[in-house]
């Protein structure tokens, strides 16, 4: 009869698994969730100890940690997220206000103004109503560069 406590064990590190990957989304806590689970089976047969059932969840906990947390990592966190921002990437648009190698101008995407750079190795003033390329953007400013 003093077995019967470690289903609440189990469950109880279960839900704190769970809960703790829930917060922090790193692939970590949830292959201890799973060592639970199956501890949790084998704890509600009264003949197995819970030493066994331990052995069990941690053996269960680190083969899923060490085998599958890097495949789950790799699918999950490296999908490549395209935005509406890469469609304006390599667009050519005109400029508003002059832009120089130390000062921004503007340039009009859309009927929206953005400010503007000029790429690093650009050392040669764009003048207004020039057209540019958009080469990338670093926060909401775009880098442009002067068509040759």
């Not at 009869?1 to 970590?28: P, R």
């Amino acid at each position: 009869m003093e077995e019967y406590y470690m289903v609440w064990v189990w469950l109880g590190l279960f839900i704190t698994a769970v809960v703790i990957e829930a917060i922090t989304q790193d692939l970590v806590s949830v292959w201890f969730a799973f060592g639970a689970i199956i501890a949790l089976i084998f704890s509600a047969f009264p003949v197995i100890p819970w030493y066994v059932q331990l052995i069990v969840f941690a053996f269960v906990s680190l083969l899923l940690l060490i085998l599958t947390r890097p495949i789950a990592k790799r699918l999950l966190f490296n999908a490549v997220r395209y935005t509406n921002i890469d469609e304006y990437v390599g667009k050519r648009v005109k400029v508003i206000s002059d832009i120089s190698k130390y000062e921004n101008g503007e340039v009009r995407i859309n009927d929206v103004i953005y400010s503007a750079s000029l790429l690093e190795e650009e050392t040669e003033t764009i003048r207004a109503d020039e057209i540019v390329e958009i080469v990338t953007f670093k926060g909401n400013k775009v880098i442009v560069r002067k068509i040759v």
